[in-house]
């Protein structure tokens, strides 16, 4: 008898062995996923059913150490996995953003006792969401959600906004600080007491994300499920790279979704301009020029991606990793940052330049690339990654470690 609910679920989920079959896997899905990505942006459509594909694939689990079971694939292997995803479909590319960040934070401050239970989870096909930012508030560390101790539990209180992935989660991770205004982390399972969530994200990109409200009145979590996370910046730790490169990822994706749609409109569709002396907008000079220029920059990024997450890797491989490690890779991954926000942009600006008017029409939905690449971008400003980079260079500045840099 074919299994059903919750236990039918786990059975179908994979479990990738390597590298190897983890970028196989992420093809595969991404041609799935490219088929309704226009129709899920322009409906605002949830893709409910879609990250379920996803999950079940096994990719949300390729992080969860080999020592648990998973594949613990290199961070060159995660980075290309999260850009395929994204040039699919951008807003699901982004849904696996935090879940990937957080399985850092169990690897790095959780007891071994979380690590066994919660690498499970995931590789059953659990996933994590997460309630970090606060909107109104100073700035981005300046947190109103406080976590207090309460006997063998914790409790909760606060809103949260910018909670992508939280709607489809079955642990919604939420960031809290104690007396001491140092923070912890909340693995609240999706249904507890006192937890909701709102779909209530507006936002002009990254449309499907569901990126709103998370607001907790008295949660009460099992002590098992609160984890230090004020360690993995007290600390020298790569889990501030590891989430701007997964950022920088999904941004490279952007970008090579706008320009093959670009190449495609161009080809099948533009018209060449009067003066050009040509019959095919595609053997128009000055768009072929164009389209050099944008191959040459998405080019760039991804050089400068891989280069970032071989650096990752790198420094992973060792015994110990210091202070001076995690500024090269937060210099490393920001470069490759600076340069995926840009292709992106451009790309998503060009299109429309290059395949003309025709391409503005509602019907191709073609400006969903812009939109999406503006609003992931706006994650944390690019004009600061040129100021980390310089300042690390001219003056020996080691970037603050945090989940920005």
Known sequence: ???????????????????????????ELAARLAEGAAERDRERRLPREEIEWFSQSGLWGITVPKAYGGAGVSFVTLTEVVKLISAADSSIGQLPQNHFGLVDVITLTGTEEQKRYFFAEVLA?????????????????????????DGDDYVVDGTKFYSTGA???????????????????????????????TDDWSGFGQRTTASGTVTLENVRVSASHVLPAYRVSDQPT????????????????????????????????????????????????????????????????EALLERSAKVLDEIAAQD??????????????GEAKVLTTEAALLA???????????????????????RNARTHTLHDPVRWKYHLVGNYYLNGAKPARHAWN
């Open 1 to 27: 008898m074919a299994e059903t609910g919750e236990q039918g679920q786990r059975a179908n989920v994979r479990v990738i062995a390597d590298d190897d079959e983890a970028i196989a896997v992420a093809r």
């Open 125 to 149: 096909g659990k996933r994590f969401g997460n309630g970090f930012s606060e909107k109104g508030t100073k700035n981005v560390l300046d947190l109103k959600t406080r976590v207090r101790r």
């Open 167 to 197: 709607l489809f989660a079955h642990f919604v991770p939420v960031l809290g600080l104690d007396d001491e205004r140092r923070g912890w982390l909340a693995y609240i399972p999706q249904g507890t007491a006192g937890l909701t969530i």
């Open 238 to 301: 790569l889990n501030g790279p590891v989430s701007q490169i997964i950022q920088a990822a999904i941004d490279a994706g952007i970008a090579k979704a706008a320009i093959d749609d670009t190449l495609a409109f161009v080809r099948e569709r533009a018209r060449p301009w009067v003066d050009s002396g040509v019959e095919r907008a595609s053997e128009d000079p000055l768009t072929v020029r164009e389209i050099g220029r944008l191959y040459i920059q998405l080019h760039a990024a």
């Open 320 to 333: 110990a990793v210091s202070e001076d490690d995690v500024a090269r890779a937060s210099v490393a991954v």
């Open 348 to 370: 998503g600006e060009k299109l429309f330049e290059l395949a003309g008017t025709q391409s503005t029409l509602a019907a191709h939905n073609l400006d969903r690339h812009w």
